[in-house]
């Protein structure tokens, strides 16, 4: 069984139960799991010196749209809102195909990665007609990077002849959505211990998605073991649709379907009333944040605090390279820490439970207990940052709190996912970056030259 020594770390920030803080500790990993962290020294295969760092548990995203990188920057949608924007890029977005899907699943995990991301839920919901196997080839992307990956079946049924947004050529019937959704689940899915790869069901959004749909693949999911996942109350528009359509909220609507309970998780969340909340903190159901697309299109702001006041579970997310325009959670939790901050003053999360809401928080978003911090028996998912340069000096006070208040910009020193450095002195181990960067610039071009 291989083992890997981080020796001497200079901090150690667990996010355990405990809030634990090390100083000058050995983390001995064995197998991909934690072994020990403490003063005992360990011999192993390789020794990684942290004498000058700073050991946090790899961050989690909780929503992403990978396919998208593709067509991010594009100076035609700057502007738009999320209804024209989302009609202008499907126009884009009815090209994918196999190629592209690979591509930017390599290029953005690749970022991740770079950025102390361990582990990431993607959630593609555009399967065009002919375009191949897409899932397949988010996971072949994602074990050439090394990192640990949840996929889902995503969905839509709905396009602009029934009242929804996107073209017919994206949008499938709800025989072909349920029998791909439990084929790749019994393909892919592990719901092991430690599991690399999982699958979680996720219609699109109550404006291209019929209820029939929701309905029957929270049935599905259930009796298959996986986790729902869809986008709710992103804007004041999708209020008002579903309010004028179904005569409810989001949230009233989502719960008609069987759609509240810690099985689920919804993207955005941001026009949630208190009743909302309520309903949330009595079943369980969670939100991921994206503070930075929510901004881009100004859709709002998130009610963090009072979901954590709550015990809403809350998970940290890019939400999509187009809406972002990147897939760097570093980036999102320093973000997340600054708008809270002005939005809610002394109400707001600090930098360190902003850490935690990208790691524990987006674990529980998951229904994960094997990540989202350092403990013995804990994946050994991880990311080093090194103290000794110039933009921390300063900054080490409280290494806790050090990403929200202070920020980190730039590449990690070494990302480690199931024990393995997949990042190391802020180059990627896994793939030719150089001919990466080369051939996905190539596929971009003839993509969007369609």
Request: glycine letters at 8%.
């Amino acid at each position: 069984m291989p083992t890997l020594l981080i020796k001497n770390a200079r901090f150690v920030v667990s996010c355990d139960d405990d809030d634990t803080l090390y100083e000058r500790v050995n983390l001995f990993i064995r197998d991909g799991v934690i072994v020990s962290i403490g003063p005992d020294y360990h011999q192993a295969d390789t020794v990684l010196d942290a004498s000058s760092m700073v050991v946090y548990p790899g961050l989690i995203n909780t929503h992403h749209h990978l396919y998208q990188i593709f067509s991010r920057n594009l100076p035609e949608v700057q502007k738009m809102e999320l209804f024209p924007w989302l009609v202008t890029l499907y126009e884009v977005w009815k090209g994918l195909d196999e190629e592209v899907v690979t591509w930017s699943a390599l290029t953005g995990l690749g970022e991740l990665l770079k950025t102390g991301c361990t582990t990431c839920f993607d959630h593609h919901y555009i399967f065009p007609h002919g375009a191949g196997d897409l899932i397949a080839a988010q996971f072949r992307a994602s074990s050439q990077v090394g990192i640990r990956f949840m996929a889902s079946r995503g969905s839509m049924d709905l396009s602009q002849k029934d009242g929804g947004l996107p073209p017919d050529s994206v949008v499938q019937t709800i025989d072909e959505i349920l029998a791909d959704s439990e084929r790749l689940v019994r393909v892919w899915h592990d719901p092991s211990p430690y599991s690399m790869r999982q699958v979680a069901l996720a219609p699109c959004s109550p404006y291209s998605v019929s209820g029939d749909l929701m309905r029957e693949t929270a049935g599905l999911a259930r009796s298959l073991g996986v986790r729902l996942h869809t986008h709710l109350a992103e804007t004041r528009d999708e209020v008002q649709f579903t309010t004028e359509k179904f005569g409810m909220r989001p949230l009233q609507y989502m719960e008609s379907l069987g759609w509240v309970g810690p099985d689920v998780w919804f993207a955005h969340g941001i026009h949630f009333d208190d009743d909302d909340l309520l309903l949330l903190a009595e079943t369980g159901t969670g939100v991921a944040h994206c503070p930075i697309s929510n901004m881009k299109l100004s859709s709002g702001v998130c009610r963090v605090p009072d979901m954590l006041g709550l015990d809403i579970p809350v998970g940290l997310a890019v939400d999509g390279a187009a809406s972002n325009d990147g897939s760097n959670l570093l980036e999102e939790l320093r973000v997340c820490y600054l708008l809270h901050r002005l939005h809610a003053s002394a109400d707001a999360p600090t930098g360190y439970e902003v850490l935690k809401m990208a790691t524990r928080g987006s674990a529980r978003l998951l229904g994960r207990d094997d990540i989202g911090c350092l403990a013995p028996g804990k994946s050994a998912d991880c990311f080093l940052i090194d103290l000794d340069r110039l933009s921390l000096v300063g900054a080490q006070l409280d290494p806790m709190s050090l990403l929200g208040t202070v920020g980190f910009k730039g590449n990690v020193d070494y990302t480690i996912v199931n024990g393995i450095p997949v990042v190391q002195n802020g180059e990627l181990t896994t793939i030719d970056e150089e001919e990466t960067v080369r051939s996905a610039n190539q596929v971009v071009r003839r993509y969007l030259n369609r």
